[in-house]
């Protein structure tokens, strides 16, 4: 059974850094991807940042608005992946979920990703 367990979130002031972290168990796939994605409320769920899971580390992908500002990256030996956040906004506010799956079909849509976490919050104030 696939588990994903997301930690990291909190409270800063925009212009700080958080880092969330994603831990995997469970997955027997040797390749997959995984992704962050955030719902702030009152509006829909939107694609943050995606990684191909592979030995040698694989494509990233961003959301046009994090660009620049957020980092996701892997640790295969600790089956967990990151999203450093950088210079954070106010618009940036949302429950944040780790999600993994076999498929990606690009950053507009979740379809693909099987699996997901509990999220965490992050809430950036002005």
């Known amino acids: 059974q696939v588990q994903l367990v997301e930690s990291g979130g909190g409270s800063v002031q925009a212009g700080g850094s958080l880092r969330l972290s994603c831990a995997a168990s469970?997955?027997?796939?040797?390749?997959?991807?995984m992704a962050w994605f955030r719902q702030a409320p009152g509006k829909e769920r939107e694609g943050v940042a995606a990684?191909?899971?592979?030995?040698?580390?694989?494509?990233?992908y961003y959301a046009a608005s994090v660009k620049d500002r957020f980092t996701i990256s892997q640790d295969n030996a600790k089956n967990t992946v990151y999203l450093q956040m950088n210079s954070l906004k106010p618009e940036d506010t949302a429950m944040y979920y780790c999600a993994a799956g076999r498929l990606f079909y690009g950053l507009g849509t979740a379809r693909g990703f099987n699996y997901w976490g509990q999220g965490t919050q992050v809430t950036v104030s002005s």
């Open positions: 990684i191909y899971i592979y030995i040698a580390g694989g494509r990233t």
């Open positions: 469970g997955y027997t796939d040797s390749t997959y991807w």
